[in-house]
């Protein structure tokens, strides 16, 4: 089975399915009132489903069109996905209608269906009800509802094979960053193909491996690294839903036991939920020593998180240098950087006043210490550190945004020129064209990636860089309340740039909150240096993340200057308070504002 051979990736698949008929390609673990239910699929049962969907979405004229996929099965989304393959259609991921939230301005499937313009959706017989409503509330009764679990839909022997070239689009990554507009990334054969050579070279897997997900199909990490690399592979992946994680991660520890998963993984705040949710007597019971790859990307990588997943887990066989950080952006169809597996991942230690002017130093033995983990180095693709204003390559030393460039980066976002030329087209150095600017801030050290933060999230406070997730991290360490709570860290423009904290707190009220509001300001001071005069404390669920657990910043940032953002507890500034809540100065409702560790005060 040699992949150079294949063209498209429809090519891989239809090969696949040929030499492995007989061969699971994917098992869907599907909660029942019994326990879990296992749900088999073979790579032949594939085949004949994906010719069925794609007779009927001939049917439909879909060839080149953008197709809604919307499922809660993933054994039935990737019917539906090859079904796209085989009939030349787009595939469009999407979460259900009404999971990312009632209010349109918040549903992500809502602004995919207005952004591509899709005129079908596709979907299952469990969801197809809601699918119905919700388009018919968003008045697209041009827009059908097919229903593909039914075997009365469509005819496998009617499909009409259709010749792919290696430019035509095969999916749609809609991203799921801190915009509250999501955009589409158009992902070609091309860039899919090269992006999967590159996931093998720098994982390391063959068809021995298993895969083991609980991360959502519309995520990039879930559907390229964990759906479609087992297909390149000629191997298959175990799934528990991402619902059932959530409740109980040990649901994805013991699919990695049971079925021998060897790679699998997800952000950051996974391995936490692990560590915290795990108890001692079921992880006696965990068999961990076959995972060899335990993926940790699409949000910064604490050091902390690593050591006491490393700890909490070791004795269920899980060895340390199975933490494999890693960095990659659905722009870049997945995959950047990556280190060598089976070895401990690379981590230093930087002194943190450098790194907030954009400097690298290495830290002094009594200064502050910011510790980063490596994210490996590059692969198939060229990776440069840019000055984000001037467009030059900045020198060794310097942090700067991450920008790269090659076969893996997507032609640009679908119906977008103006953000695709400044996204994709980048120019380096006046010379050199067609970069990827990633938006996210880093720097080369020894050939090391490391990334310190979003270029857009950065908060500048007295000529500093504050990277908000630090903030966050941070303040949660101040009470037992916040533990279990997100924070949003994000900056307003009041007579100068000034940090404001949202952060979730639990089974804490009255004179605990002030408490709470004070320990959190006074950490911000003593660690950070900078003043924290806006902290608002908020229920659990207040702050808004995406469908892989990042927190929407942006979003969040502006839900607080419309006023729409106000906390059980919070302690503003004067100018903050002008700016946020004008209703309530013009009303005198101000003076009822609680003080802070400084009085409220500007430092």
Same mark, same amino acid.
Not at 498 to 517: C, D, K, M, S
Not at 529 to 558: D, F, H, W, Y
């Given at each position: 089975?040699?992949? *150079?051979?294949f063209?498209?990736?429809?090519?891989?698949?239809?090969?696949?399915?040929?030499?492995?008929?007989?061969?699971?390609?994917?098992v869907f673990?599907?909660?029942? +009132?019994?326990?879990?239910?296992a749900e088999?699929?073979?790579?032949?049962? &594939?085949?004949?489903?994906?010719r069925?969907v794609?007779a009927?979405?001939?049917?439909?004229g879909?060839?080149?069109?953008?197709?809604?996929?919307?499922?809660?099965s993933?054994v039935?989304?990737?019917?539906?996905?090859?079904?796209?393959l085989?009939?030349?259609?787009?595939?469009?991921?999407?979460?259900m209608?009404g999971?990312a939230?009632?209010?349109?301005?918040?549903n992500?499937?809502?602004a995919v269906?207005?952004?591509?313009?899709?005129?079908?959706?596709l979907?299952?017989t +469990?969801?197809?009800?809601?699918?119905?409503l /919700?388009?018919?509330r968003?008045?697209?009764?041009?827009?059908?509802c &097919?229903v593909?679990d039914?075997?009365?839909?469509?005819?496998a022997?009617?499909?009409?094979?259709?010749?792919?070239?290696?430019?035509?689009?095969?999916f749609?990554q809609?991203?799921?960053?801190s915009?509250?507009? *999501?955009?589409?990334?158009?992902?070609?054969h091309?860039n899919?193909?090269?992006?999967?050579a590159?996931l093998?070279?720098?994982?390391r897997?063959?068809?021995?491996?298993?895969?083991?997900? /609980?991360l959502p199909?519309?995520h990039?990490?879930?559907?390229?690294a964990h759906l479609?690399?087992?297909?390149?592979?000629?191997s298959?992946?175990?799934q528990?839903?991402?619902?059932?994680?959530?409740k109980?991660?040990?649901? /994805?520890l013991?699919?990695?036991?049971?079925y021998?998963v060897?790679v699998?993984?997800?952000?950051?705040f996974?391995y936490?939920?692990?560590?915290r949710?795990v108890?001692?007597e079921?992880?006696?019971?965990?068999?961990?020593? #076959?995972?060899?790859? +335990?993926?940790?990307?699409?949000?910064?990588?604490?050091?902390?998180?690593?050591?006491?997943f490393?700890?909490?887990?070791?004795?269920?066989?899980?060895?340390p240098?199975?933490?494999y950080?890693?960095?990659?952006? +659905?722009?870049?169809?997945?995959v950047v950087s990556?280190?060598?597996?089976?070895?401990?991942?690379?981590?230093k230690?930087?002194?943190r006043?450098?790194?907030?002017r954009?400097?690298?130093?290495?830290a002094?033995?009594?200064?502050?210490?910011?510790t980063l983990?490596?994210?490996?180095?590059?692969?198939?693709?060229?990776?440069?550190?840019?000055d984000p204003?001037?467009?030059?390559?900045?020198p060794?030393?310097?942090?700067g945004?991450?920008?790269v460039r090659?076969?893996?980066v997507a032609?640009?976002?679908?119906?977008?020129?103006?953000e695709t030329?400044?996204?994709f087209?980048?120019?380096?150095?006046?010379?050199?064209?067609?970069?990827?600017?990633?938006?996210? &801030?880093?720097?080369?050290?020894?050939?090391?990636l490391?990334?310190?933060?979003?270029?857009?999230?950065?908060?500048?406070?007295n000529?500093?860089n504050?990277?908000?997730?630090?903030?966050?991290?941070?303040a949660?360490?101040?009470?037992?309340?916040?533990?279990?709570?997100a924070?949003?860290?994000?900056s307003?423009?009041?007579g100068g740039e000034?940090?404001?904290?949202?952060?979730?707190?639990?089974g804490?009220?009255g004179?605990?909150l002030?408490?709470?509001?004070?320990r959190i300001?006074?950490l911000?001071g003593?660690?950070f240096?900078?003043?924290?005069g806006?902290?608002?404390?908020?229920r659990p669920?207040?702050?808004? #993340?995406?469908?892989s657990?990042?927190?929407?910043?942006?979003?969040?940032?502006?839900?607080?200057l419309d006023?729409?953002l106000r906390g059980?507890?919070e302690?503003?500034t004067?100018?903050?308070?002008? &700016?946020a809540r004008?209703?309530?100065?013009l009303f005198g409702e101000?003076?009822?504002r *609680?003080e802070?560790a400084?009085?409220?005060?500007? /430092?």
């Amino acid at each position: 089975m040699s992949e *150079p051979r294949f063209a498209t990736f429809t090519e891989l698949l239809r090969a696949r399915a040929a030499e492995l008929a007989d061969e699971d390609v994917h098992v869907f673990l599907r909660e029942t +009132a019994d326990g879990v239910e296992a749900e088999h699929l073979t790579y032949g049962a &594939l085949d004949r489903e994906a010719r069925r969907v794609a007779a009927c979405l001939q049917e439909y004229g879909a060839a080149g069109r953008p197709v809604l996929l919307a499922y809660s099965s993933t054994v039935e989304f990737l019917k539906a996905f090859a079904g796209c393959l085989y009939a030349g259609a787009v595939a469009v991921p999407v979460p259900m209608p009404g999971e990312a939230g009632r209010d349109k301005r918040l549903n992500r499937t809502t602004a995919v269906l207005a952004d591509t313009g899709a005129s079908l959706v596709l979907t299952e017989t +469990a969801g197809a009800p809601e699918v119905a409503l /919700w388009l018919a509330r968003n008045s697209r009764p041009d827009a059908a509802c &097919l229903v593909t679990d039914v075997p009365e839909v469509g005819d496998a022997e009617a499909w009409q094979p259709v010749t792919a070239r290696p430019d035509d689009l095969v999916f749609l990554q809609y991203t799921s960053g801190s915009v509250s507009e *999501p955009r589409g990334v158009t992902v070609s054969h091309r860039n899919l193909l090269a992006n999967q050579a590159a996931l093998q070279k720098v994982l390391r897997t063959t068809r021995e491996d298993r895969f083991g997900s /609980w991360l959502p199909y519309f995520h990039d990490m879930g559907l390229v690294a964990h759906l479609l690399h087992p297909v390149w592979l000629g191997s298959h992946c175990v799934q528990v839903t991402p619902l059932s994680f959530v409740k109980r991660p040990l649901r /994805w520890l013991q699919a990695v036991d049971r079925y021998g998963v060897t790679v699998g993984g997800g952000p950051n705040f996974s391995y936490d939920l692990c560590v915290r949710r795990v108890k001692d007597e079921q992880i006696a019971e965990l068999d961990l020593s #076959r995972w060899r790859l +335990a993926l940790n990307g699409a949000e910064p990588v604490r050091p902390g998180s690593l050591d006491e997943f490393a700890r909490r887990f070791a004795p269920a066989g899980f060895r340390p240098e199975a933490l494999y950080p890693c960095y990659g952006l +659905a722009e870049a169809t997945l995959v950047v950087s990556g280190g060598v597996p089976g070895t401990p991942h690379v981590r230093k230690d930087f002194d943190r006043t450098a790194l907030e002017r954009d400097q690298v130093l290495r830290a002094a033995a009594d200064g502050r210490t910011q510790t980063l983990v490596g994210c490996g180095t590059p692969v198939d693709v060229e990776v440069r550190v840019v000055d984000p204003l001037t467009h030059h390559e900045l020198p060794a030393g310097a942090v700067g945004e991450i920008w790269v460039r090659g076969h893996s980066v997507a032609r640009g976002y679908w119906r977008r020129p103006t953000e695709t030329a400044h996204t994709f087209r980048a120019s380096l150095n006046d010379e050199e064209s067609n970069f990827l600017r990633t938006g996210d &801030l880093g720097m080369l050290e020894d050939g090391e990636l490391f990334v310190t933060g979003r270029l857009k999230e950065v908060v500048i406070v007295n000529g500093r860089n504050v990277y908000p997730q630090d903030v966050e991290w941070a303040a949660r360490t101040v009470s037992p309340a916040l533990t279990f709570g997100a924070g949003a860290a994000f900056s307003v423009d009041a007579g100068g740039e000034q940090l404001v904290l949202v952060q979730e707190v639990r089974g804490a009220g009255g004179a605990e909150l002030r408490t709470v509001a004070q320990r959190i300001q006074a950490l911000i001071g003593k660690e950070f240096e900078i003043p924290a005069g806006n902290v608002l404390l908020v229920r659990p669920g207040t702050v808004r #993340r995406t469908s892989s657990g990042k927190v929407q910043r942006t979003l969040m940032r502006g839900l607080f200057l419309d006023g729409v953002l106000r906390g059980d507890y919070e302690v503003l500034t004067p100018d903050v308070r002008a &700016l946020a809540r004008p209703q309530d100065v013009l009303f005198g409702e101000d003076l009822l504002r *609680p003080e802070g560790a400084d009085g409220g005060r500007r /430092w």
